[in-house]
């Protein structure tokens, strides 16, 4: 049986999930215009997706019922026809630095991780696209749990919504960095669905320049975000200027090879005033040389990019070091000397395990719903 609803969008047919137990259609995964042809569908007003859309981004709520400018017969029809999940908060941390991590349940009892970062300058949400991580980089404690599975559009969507009212800032700028569990590009559809439901004029209103998407360089992936109406700030995880040593730290570096990836980014449609943030991950005596930084400069030569310099967060598990912070200096200032904007992030939230590639939930607990997501979804890039 086929449990998902369908529109037609001109030729194409656009699919959403509806709760396989009671067949209703989930508020979380719709973006607006397949919720104004569901509305249609039972008689109602497209502009009643409007409404809902402001209810669920803007004001914050997950009950139907509290929907107040709603009718009480099209609340009772929306209940019967309609659910809203929403992640639950389990556990709530906060650093000494003023980060703080949400630990998150999804409707299926999977656990994920999502950070808040204050003052970078900006207020900065940083959230997951899948559980776990398939890409298996050598310095990051997310990809030793590998994949559970992919998160749905709502899933995603969802940890703002659950971000913004735990923190109270509905209402408060912020910026979203997809940054957390995952590699977005190996979750393309569900994420770029999410950043439309996020930057929905009637919903959130999120400028896409208050996102940036991080990945370890998804050709497939890269090449049709560059043809994306909505186009966030792109941030790659370079991590090391040769194919020889990105290959033993990034395993997918042995299919999308680091010119594949330059070729693409001077091909990317860059913003007026924007760069291309290259991601570098600095381990002791490993790719922090000043060799290192001249070969960075040279590679980096003829593509609008800045250079963000993070210094290893050192955990159990991990078997690099984190490079003294002299040899830091050296690095960045072999860059600058060579005309590379560069900056060295500093980290945030170490004390609670929620710096950059610190995210992990340790013995996920399998439901049977989980068990049939890692069969779908599979464990594989």
């Known amino acids: 049986m086929d449990n998902r609803g369908k529109m037609e969008e001109g030729r194409k047919v656009v699919y959403w999930p509806r709760d396989t137990v009671t067949s209703r259609l989930d508020l979380a995964e719709l973006e607006r215009p397949a919720l104004e042809s569901a509305l249609a569908e039972l008689g109602e007003e497209r502009f009643r997706a409007r409404q809902i859309f402001g209810w669920i981004y803007r004001r914050g709520v997950t009950e139907l019922e509290?929907?107040?400018?709603?009718?009480?017969?099209?609340?009772?029809?929306?209940?019967?026809?309609?659910?809203l999940t929403t992640p639950q908060v389990v556990t709530h941390e906060r650093s000494s630095d003023g980060t703080q991590k949400l630990l998150l349940r999804l409707a299926d009892g999977l656990e994920i991780e999502s950070v808040f970062i204050p003052d970078t300058p900006a207020m900065t949400f940083c959230i997951s696209t899948q559980a776990g991580c398939a890409m298996a980089c050598a310095f990051c404690l997310t990809g030793k749990m590998g994949l559970v599975r992919n998160l749905t559009a709502g899933e995603i969507a969802g940890q703002v919504r659950v971000l913004a009212d735990a923190l109270s800032m509905r209402g408060t700028a912020f910026n979203i960095v997809l940054m957390g569990m995952g590699e977005p590009l190996h979750n393309y559809d569900e994420t770029m669905k999410a950043l439309r439901?996020?930057?929905d004029e009637h919903g959130l209103a999120l400028p896409p320049r208050r996102i940036t998407l991080s990945t370890v360089g998804l050709l497939p992936g890269l090449e049709r975000l560059a043809r994306e109406p909505i186009m966030p700030n792109l941030a790659i995880s370079l991590h090391a200027p040769s194919d020889l040593q990105r290959g033993q730290l990034v395993p997918l570096n042995r299919r999308y090879g680091?010119?594949?990836?330059?070729?693409?980014?001077?091909?990317?449609?860059?913003?007026?005033?924007?760069?291309?943030?290259?991601?570098?991950?600095?381990?002791?005596?490993?790719?922090?040389?000043?060799?290192?930084?001249?070969?960075?400069a040279r590679l980096l030569a003829g593509v609008k990019s800045k250079v963000n310099l993070i210094p290893l967060n050192a955990a159990a598990g991990i078997p690099f070091d984190r490079p003294s912070d002299a040899s830091i200096d050296r690095f960045a200032a072999t860059l600058a000397?060579?005309?590379?904007?560069?900056?060295?992030?500093?980290?945030?939230?170490?004390?609670?395990?929620?710096?950059?590639?610190?995210?992990?939930?340790?013995?996920p607990r399998k439901s049977p719903a989980q068990q049939l997501a890692i069969a779908a979804f599979g464990r594989q890039p």
Not at 72 to 77: K, Q
Not at 261 to 286: H, N
Not at 341 to 354: E, Q, T
């Open 197 to 199: 439901i996020l930057t």
């Open 258 to 296: 680091i010119g594949d990836i330059i070729d693409v980014c001077k091909r990317f449609p860059v913003r007026a005033r924007s760069r291309i943030t290259f991601e570098y991950v600095l381990l002791a005596g490993v790719n922090d040389s000043i060799e290192d930084a001249r070969a960075l």
């Open 337 to 363: 000397e060579r005309g590379v904007l560069v900056s060295v992030r500093k980290s945030r939230g170490r004390d609670i395990r929620a710096a950059c590639g610190q995210l992990i939930v340790e013995g």
């Open 66 to 83: 509290a929907m107040t400018d709603l009718s009480r017969g099209l609340r009772t029809v929306l209940a019967t026809r309609f659910t």
